[in-house]
């Protein structure tokens, strides 16, 4: 297995906004092997990082959280994505394409700097 | 709308944490478990598999610790964390924490309940611009009076010169008023109309009197105070307009004041007070107190230039009564205030040094304390708290002392307040009405919340100071130790300075206050009753009449089983109600009406000096045959005789008071009594002159009656044989004439109890500082007692060493505390009598107590260094 990177600061929350309107309610465990999984299991995604961001998440209301039944019998919570947080998700693509955009010109090794 | 949810959310998290952590657990437990799952799926070993999901989630505690700082407000939660944490400290050690908070209440709770009846007797009055509503005061400077009061003629003639738009008087007496089938006697004032129009204060019922009605022969009109209302008559509005029967007659009432009118002392009726009779026109005979509005427009500094005026002329035209005299204005709130300010300074400057003395034993306790925690402040340090979180964490500490002392400090201001107001001293009206001052009382506990936070975060400030390692190693760095023992040895001094002061102001107090009790007062005043009446004029109106129901009333008391005399005279000893006059005498012409000598008056019955056992130097007692018809007579006093007639005897001479009153003959010469507290502050000893009182008869009398054992057992039957003489004419203050002793010194008796409380705490606390320092310096030079024992010192060598230091600081604090004494104790002089400010026995009792219990103090820990054991000293650190 590779080596993987810790998720970054401040993307994970785009990630588990994404993952949750992809894929529906999902339990954190869930959502953590997703996003590893979207990865490519490049990305590593520790309780530590993924609780208190689910938390943050929750708090500012861009998702809900309710007590459900895993696949396998096991009481967990499932978290869900809200009408605010899909218009977040919304912004924040828009925002982080842009972003990823301009990264991708700068870091191009043969750019139009000669115009 | 995220940035206002947020915090709202974490605050409910905050609140509900235990479910929060429930949930947080279960959660991770879910993530484990799963993973494990995941793990065995893949077909690891189930040990492997929870190993592998325990090193794939990372720290479980790290996270939950994160989890956690994302959930909560940190500011609030670190801060409930001091709390719980200060909390935990001051309850781990209970004494310290005891006696700081209970000095601390001490001190805040007296201090802001006599700053609370300060403020409220000081508050100017709800009296429309009370800087223009003044006494007219007569001084007379040259004979050294002030304050007398006005003749009638004075007063007209005052009321026409146009300085005021209001000018009335009043006379200070007192009504026996009915209620129900009960006859009390009730304080109150005769006053004009104008008199209770000027302080410009509407009734709070009905209406006051107006100038029209007070007339000779006009109806009987009354105006009730509120207190009187609202007590006696159950605050029923419908009284306004009802007859109450007062003096035997029934008088119409017109109107209630407010609460807010200004009483001079426990004034509860008003009557219309009517200017007529003979004595109206004797410019002589003072007995009005005047009080009037300024003019509009007039300053006061030019009506006092006025007045002057005014009474230059009226000493020009009558010599003989207005020569010498000077009608002075004074505005109504720096009378009253005028009266209390004794009293005040004495308690105000009393509880300020105490509440000083509280900050010094905080501060040197904190000190103390701040020592011992040195180290634990250095081991805080060391894992990484940063200082300003330990000084945060001290600040907390003190303020939850301080909160806890501030609810604390509730209970000794209710009682201070309530004894205070238990004494109902003219001095200090309204003063059961005074609530505590929240104002105050928040000011005092964030004054020694200051001193406290101060020096409780010398322990912070050290751990910043010392290096840790240092710090670790001896607790305390040895410079900061020194500064530590000599700030510390600075509040002891002045803990000592303070509680000398206060001792010896008390000592003071109390000294008078024996020599009071002890003093012979000319009389025996053991197992002798007094009790007051007056006899309504409507009822009794001629000199027979009065002489009569006395007569027989002291008859009737005289037939009670117990009683071995009972006698008349119009005032006893003690009372502050003198009655005085110029003595002329046939032998020697006075030249200057300022030079003539001036007597004390009064009548009494011929057996009087026999039932108070006053002794009978010369000539003979008053007997029956010296009546109205006879030849009239006076009895005069010994110092008055030696003044008077040095060298000869005053037999036989003739004497008169007032220059038109009758000549008497003085038929005898008897011993002199003491006389009242108010008069001998204010005039020194007077002459006393009796006459008999089947020759002078007065409305007003007093009783003595001396019985075989405890007079006070007699009050119900005395009372019995009035009822069946006069139901209207009530018995009242019935005490012991020891008791009358003392009553005119109720402030004095205030002060010296406040004083002595004060005082004890302050030497409770001085203790205790001493205590303190000496023991604090013991345990940390134990080491240093334990190589000097074992070198061969002998244990009185160590003690020694240790108590030097000791009676240093004792000796520096009581010298500056007597200095200070000194220069301070004339602020009580007024309330002494018979000892001089500077009096040596109080000195060197005070000092004595104070030396005594210092060197017990600090004898006990010292002590302690002497039993060092050597060889534990030393391996001890």
């Not at chain 2, 801060?79 to 924490?97: C, E, H, K, N």
Request: aromatic residues 6%; contains cysteine.
């Amino acid at each position: 297995m590779a080596p993987r990177v810790e998720v970054w600061l401040g993307t994970l929350s785009v990630m588990v906004l994404k993952t949750l309107d992809t894929m529906g309610p999902l339990h954190g465990y869930g959502i953590a092997r997703r996003i590893e999984q979207t990865s490519g299991h490049r990305l590593a995604v520790h309780y530590g990082t993924l609780y208190p961001g689910l938390l943050q998440l929750e708090q500012d209301g861009f998702v809900s959280s309710e007590w459900g039944v895993s696949d396998n019998g096991r009481r967990a919570r499932y978290y869900a994505i809200t009408r605010a947080g899909k218009k977040r998700l919304a912004k924040q693509t828009a925002q982080w394409q842009q972003t990823t955009d301009i990264l991708e010109r700068f870091l191009r090794p043969h750019s139009e700097e000669v115009s | 709308m995220t940035a206002f949810r947020r915090p709202l959310a974490r605050l409910r998290a905050l609140l509900g944490r235990g479910a929060q952590d429930r949930r947080l657990a279960e959660e991770f437990e879910t993530h484990l478990l799963m993973q494990v799952d995941d793990n065995l799926r893949a077909g690891m070993s189930p040990e492997e598999a929870r190993r592998q999901a325990l090193l794939a989630s990372g720290g479980l505690q790290q996270a939950a610790e994160a989890v956690r700082d994302q959930r909560r407000l940190p500011l609030i939660e670190t801060t409930l964390q001091d709390v719980r944490y200060g909390w935990r400290m001051i309850t781990r050690a209970p004494g310290f924490s005891v006696v700081v908070v209970l000095t601390l209440a001490i001190g805040i709770g007296a201090n802001t309940a006599i700053y609370s009846l300060t403020e409220a007797v000081l508050t100017p009055l709800a009296i429309e611009s009370p800087n223009r509503v003044v006494f007219v005061w007569t001084d007379a400077a040259k004979r050294g009076w002030r304050q007398l009061p006005a003749s009638v003629p004075d007063f007209e003639d005052w009321a026409a010169s146009g300085l005021f738009d209001k000018l009335g008087a009043f006379v200070d007496t007192g009504f026996n008023v009915r209620l129900g089938d009960q006859t009390d006697r009730v304080s109150g004032l005769q006053i004009t109309a104008d008199g209770l129009a000027a302080f410009g204060i509407p009734p709070a019922l009905g209406r006051i009197f107006t100038t029209a009605e007070a007339v000779p022969g006009g109806a009987r009109l009354a105006v009730l105070g509120h207190a009187f209302w609202a007590s006696r008559l159950a605050a029923d509005p419908s009284v306004v307009g009802r007859d109450l029967v007062i003096d035997g007659s029934l008088h119409r009432v017109l109107g209630v004041l407010p609460e807010t009118f200004p009483r001079f002392g426990r004034e509860d009726i008003y009557t219309p007070l009517v200017l007529d009779g003979p004595a109206a026109a004797d410019r002589g005979k003072r007995n009005l107190t005047v009080i009037g509005r300024l003019a509009p427009g007039l300053r006061l500094a030019t009506a006092q230039q006025r007045m002057d005026e005014v009474s230059r002329h009226l000493a020009e035209q009558f010599p003989a009564t207005d020569g010498d005299c000077l009608a002075r204005l004074q505005p109504i709130g720096e009378a009253l205030v005028e009266d209390s300010r004794a009293i005040l300074t004495v308690l105000f400057g009393a509880v300020g040094l105490m509440l000083l003395a509280a900050c010094a034993n905080i501060a040197n306790l904190l000190l103390a304390r701040g020592t011992a925690r040195g180290r634990e402040m250095a081991l805080r340090a060391a894992i990484g708290a940063s200082h300003w979180r330990l000084c945060r964490q001290l600040l907390t500490e003190h303020l939850l002392l301080g909160a806890v002392a501030g609810v604390v400090a509730l209970l000794p201001a209710t009682i201070v307040m309530r004894f205070v107001a238990s004494f109902q001293l003219d001095e200090l009206p309204h003063t059961n009405l005074v609530g505590l001052n929240t104002r105050v009382l928040a000011f005092n506990v964030v004054l020694s919340l200051i001193a406290s936070v101060v020096f409780g975060l010398v322990p912070a400030w050290q751990a910043r100071q010392a290096d840790v390692r240092n710090g670790l190693k001896t607790a305390i760095g040895s410079a900061a130790g020194t500064i530590h023992r000599r700030l510390r040895g600075a509040f002891v001094i002045v803990e000592f300075a303070l509680a000398i002061v206060l001792l010896v102001a008390a000592g003071l107090l109390i000294r008078s206050f024996l020599q009071i009790r002890s003093s012979d007062p000319g009389y025996d005043p053991r197992h002798v009753l007094t009790m007051r009446v007056a006899l309504a004029e409507t009822r009794y109106p001629t000199p027979e009449a009065r002489l009569a129901y006395y007569t027989r009333l002291s008859e009737g008391l005289r037939r009670l089983p117990g009683v071995v005399g009972a006698s008349t005279a119009n005032e006893i000893p003690t009372t502050d109600d003198y009655h005085a006059a110029g003595l002329w005498t046939s032998d020697a012409a006075v030249a200057r009406a300022e030079d003539r000598t001036i007597v004390l008056y009064g009548s009494i019955m011929p057996d009087y000096p026999q039932v108070m056992r006053m002794p009978l130097l010369q000539g003979r007692a008053f007997v029956d045959a010296d009546r109205e018809k006879a030849p009239l007579v006076a009895i005069v006093d010994r110092s008055t005789a030696a003044r008077t007639w040095p060298g000869e005897s005053p037999i036989g001479k003739r004497l008169k008071l007032g220059s038109n009153e009758p000549w008497r003959e003085v038929v005898g010469v008897i011993g002199d009594a003491e006389q009242g507290v108010l008069l001998k502050l204010l005039k020194g000893r007077l002459g006393q002159v009796y006459l008999p009182f089947a020759q002078a008869p007065t409305t007003a009398g007093s009783l003595v009656v001396r019985a075989n054992g405890d007079p006070t057992a007699l009050t119900s039957a005395i009372r019995e044989v009035a009822h069946s003489i006069d139901v209207d004419q009530p018995l009242f203050q019935i005490r012991t004439v020891a008791d009358a002793r003392a009553a005119g010194r109720a402030a004095h008796r205030l002060a010296t109890t406040l004083l002595a409380t004060f005082g004890s705490v302050a030497l409770l606390m001085a203790t205790l500082g001493i205590y303190g320092v000496v023991a604090n310096n013991v345990g940390e030079r134990t080491r240093e007692f334990g190589i000097r024992l074992a070198l061969g010192a002998a244990p009185r060598d160590v003690l020694a060493v240790v108590f030097r230091n000791a009676v240093a600081l004792m000796v520096v604090g009581t010298g500056i505390g007597l200095v200070v004494a000194g220069a301070l104790t004339r602020v009580v002089s007024s309330l002494l009598v018979g000892v001089q400010p500077t009096d040596p026995a109080t000195y060197l009792a005070v000092v004595a107590v104070l030396g005594c219990l210092g060197a017990i103090a600090s004898y006990v820990p010292a002590r302690r260094a002497t039993r060092v054991d050597p060889t534990t000293a030393l391996r001890s650190e």
